[in-house]
């Protein structure tokens, strides 16, 4: 039986009884127990679990970065578990936008260079790559901030520059990993309102997450356990951040 991780539109990640395990000398782990899911297009979900419970295991596989030891993983339809390592590198670049915990800019580079880096790896020119750049800072509202260097900006500012370069290619899903675990609270529900409003766009997200308030903003929690779904229920009552912002007091930024 399948466990949906999403129900909103045709499915843009599928996996199917996905194994996923490692030897460790005579000890063999197991990460995934013969997962299947699939995250629809248009959808916001949140995995949550326990440090172990495989959530970053089913990440790494939906971000191409790691593979299923059994079962398949439809990308967009295609079948990716066994293509080679340079096919997976171009379609991560095109189809996947990745956000970490950790920002991972480049400190002598401006905000605006650092999200043109992954269109270096496209057929495109240096004009096209800074209006791609530009307009992705737009998007997460750092317009007035393309000259700046991390070290000019907050947490929060720098990681919604790295929201910025996971956009710049226009990737089908935007996968983030921790993505407020280095902010404060209020910075945290900022990001989730930049968040909610690409999807409201029709950006699919996928998220992990260990903060239940931080979840909540997704439309659909997913909870893992010993390398299995435990739980997969929809967001009830979502609350809006742009909504709750205005419930939280302000921080000098």
Known sequence: MSEALGRIGPPVLRVEDVHKYYDLGETRVHALRGVSAEVERGGFVAIMGASG????????????????????????????????????????????????????????????????????????????????????????????????????MSGGQQQRVAIARALVNGPSVLLADEPTGNLDSRTSVEIMEVFQELNDKGLTVVMVTHESEIAQFAKRVIVFRDGRIRKDDPVRERPRAHDTLGLLPALDD
Request: with cysteine; net charge positive; hydrophobic share 40%.
């Open 53 to 152: 419970s495989g959530k970053s295991t089913l990440m790494n596989i939906l971000g191409c970065l790691d593979r299923p030891t059994s079962g398949r993983y439809l990308l967009d339809g295609t079948d990716v578990s066994q293509l080679d390592k340079r096919t997976l590198a171009a379609i991560r670049n095109r189809k996947l936008g990745f956000v970490f915990q950790g920002f991972n800019l480049l400190a002598r580079t401006t905000a605006l260079e650092n999200t043109v880096l992954p269109t270096l790896y496209t057929p495109i020119d240096q004009l096209e790559r800074k209006r791609r750049a530009a307009d992705a800072l737009a998007l997460v509202g750092l317009a007035n901030r393309a000259d700046h260097y991390p070290s000019q």
